[in-house]
């Protein structure tokens, strides 16, 4: 069982900057596909982006240029640093791992699953 704690959400105006923390509880971090989700109120779960095992990502269009997701092995915590925040980012974001490196923008391809932190950008 792997459990992951998010971190470093909060309010924020457009144009600002926030990053994200999510620390994992496993000494094989470094082998899992850690991914960011977002779900807005009325909306399904979205993928946001994904770290690969190695350090390989992808986005969703939307965020590419904005938002940058990076790993930190050692540390066994991912991160997700958002820039130049949009209302439209407003959510509730998660974490999560999987020992597969497919489906990675699929909610059911994680195997593992943080609480959520809220994020807000007002206008």
């Known amino acids: 069982q792997v459990q992951l704690v998010e971190s470093g959400g909060g309010l924020v105006q457009a144009g600002g900057s926030l990053r994200l923390s999510c620390a994992a509880s496993?000494?094989?971090?470094?082998?899992?596909?850690m991914g960011w989700f977002r779900q807005a109120p009325g909306k399904e779960r979205e993928f946001v982006a994904v770290?690969?095992?190695?350090?390989?990502?992808y986005y969703l269009d939307s965020v590419k240029g904005r938002f940058t997701i990076s790993r930190d092995d050692a540390k066994n915590t991912v991160y997700l640093q958002m820039n130049s925040l949009k209302p439209e980012d407003t959510a509730v974001y998660y974490c999560?791992?999987?020992?597969?490196?497919?489906?990675?923008?699929?909610?059911?391809?994680?195997?593992?699953w943080g609480q959520g932190t809220q994020v807000t950008v007002s206008s």
């Open positions: 999560a791992a999987a020992s597969r490196s497919y489906l990675y923008t699929r909610s059911y391809g994680y195997d593992y």
């Open positions: 496993t000494r094989t971090f470094s082998t899992y596909t």
């Open positions: 770290s690969w095992s190695g350090g390989s990502t």
